[in-house]
């Protein structure tokens, strides 16, 4: 990788002027992301909870420890992703900066020491995990709110409403 002299050659710089252009793509990127990711998240989560409240419970439904879990696990999942896109752009940075000091004092580079990318990974993965509970406390939220009668009891079967009626026959015959 190195010259004769001990100097790197032009090709290994020429690598890394596109990795940094990579690098502030990737950026931008997440800056765009950012705004776009935090309007239509946070817009799907509210309409969500909307929607459950007014066509599951029929609009009287308590807020049940389901419902209260997965609006929490949505919130977190929320600002786990946007934060991720704040330590991404920070990995970014860091990333960007270790290339200027490898193109200026013409060293090699040397990956790692970022603390912000095993950060962000970690982020993302919170985020997806936190979505799927928040799907599943959703979920149970409405399999136990269609399973309560309108006093708070618990039913395993609906009343009939519809249908051919049968008339009641008394204890002492016709």
């Not at 993302?124 to 936190?130: G, S, T």
């Not at 149970?140 to 409403?161: D, F, I, V």
Request: glycine share 10%; aromatic share 6%; charged share 15%.
């Amino acid at each position: 990788m190195t010259k004769e002299d001990g100097e790197l050659p032009e090709v290994y710089f020429e690598g890394l002027l596109k990795h940094r252009e990579a690098m502030v793509e990737l950026r931008s990127d997440q800056l765009t992301t950012l705004d776009k990711s935090l309007l239509s998240v946070s817009s799907g989560a509210l309409g969500i909870s909307i929607v459950f409240m007014d066509k599951i419970g029929g609009g009287s439904a308590p807020v049940s420890g389901y419902l209260l879990t997965s609006w929490i696990c949505f919130g977190a999942a929320i600002s786990a992703n946007i934060t991720s896109y704040f330590t991404g752009g920070e990995d970014a940075q860091r990333e960007i900066q270790k290339i200027d000091r490898c193109i200026i004092t013409s060293t090699g580079y040397e990956s790692g020491g970022n603390p912000f990318r095993g950060l962000t990974q970690a982020l993302n993965v919170a985020a997806l995990v936190l979505f799927i509970l928040g799907v599943i406390s959703l979920a149970l939220h409405a399999y136990s709110s269609t399973r309560m009668a309108p006093n708070g009891t618990t039913t395993t079967s609906q009343l009939r409403t519809t249908g051919n009626p049968q008339p009641t026959t008394s204890p002492n015959g016709p």
